[in-house]
């Protein structure tokens, strides 16, 4: 049975880069959820046509598929629209769950599910820790602009539309901050992750 660890936190302030060192160098099972969520959305699946429906034809790519970057402008930054995009989208809540049943489970020493609104949701009953990553806002702005091609408006817009670290502070177990070098932040993931597994031998 695994140790489930619960990773979130904002926009661009490293939880996939945490995730990845996981799996990479302590022999981690991942699950990133919001990936998963857009296996949700094909083509062929009712939440494709519900979307349509609810954002319009413009919202589908030359490919078929639903065009995120497109989808991203119209619903970022607008509370009223991500929640409906949610509700196009189904029941995510308990495909999340069904996921991290799964993650229990599994043979893997540590399993990370990596998710955006860890704390917003029940999946804590779950996983055996949940863990921040935090970063200032100007950092994650900059990285935002330099990772997605974004202006800086549209960087701004999607910070605008997260929820900030401060806030869920109290409800994770260990916040990791990462303004400083990769190297710096993995080095403090090494050290928490070795501390975190020490204390259930």
């Known amino acids: 049975m695994a140790f489930v660890l619960g990773v979130t936190g904002s926009i661009a302030c490293g939880k996939s880069v945490l995730c990845r060192h996981l799996v990479n160098f302590h022999g981690a ?4 959820a919001d990936r998963h969520v857009h296996t949700m959305y094909e083509p062929g699946k009712p939440a494709f046509d519900r979307i349509v429906a609810e954002f319009g034809d413009g919202v589908v790519g030359e490919n078929g598929y639903i065009d995120r970057k497109a989808l991203g402008d119209i619903v970022f930054g607008k509370p009223d629209l991500l929640a409906a995009l949610r509700t196009a989208i189904g029941d995510i809540e308990d495909e999340f769950m069904r996921l991290l049943r799964e993650l229990k489970d599994d043979p893997a020493p540590i399993a ?38 974004l202006t800086r408006d549209e960087a701004e817009q999607r910070m605008a539309s997260a929820i900030h670290w401060t806030e869920r502070e109290p409800k ?15 080095a403090s993931v090494d050290e928490a992750i070795s501390r975190t597994l020490s204390s259930r031998a």
């Open 112 to 149: 990370v599910f990596e998710a955006v609104r860890l704390f917003e949701g029940p999946y804590m009953e779950i996983c055996d820790a949940g863990w921040l990553v935090a970063s200032e806002d100007e950092t994650a702005i900059t990285r935002l602009m330099a990772r997605n091609s």
């Open 29 to 32: 099972r991942h699950i990133d």
């Open 172 to 186: 994770a177990d260990l916040v990791l901050h990462n303004d400083d070098t990769v190297e710096a932040f993995l």
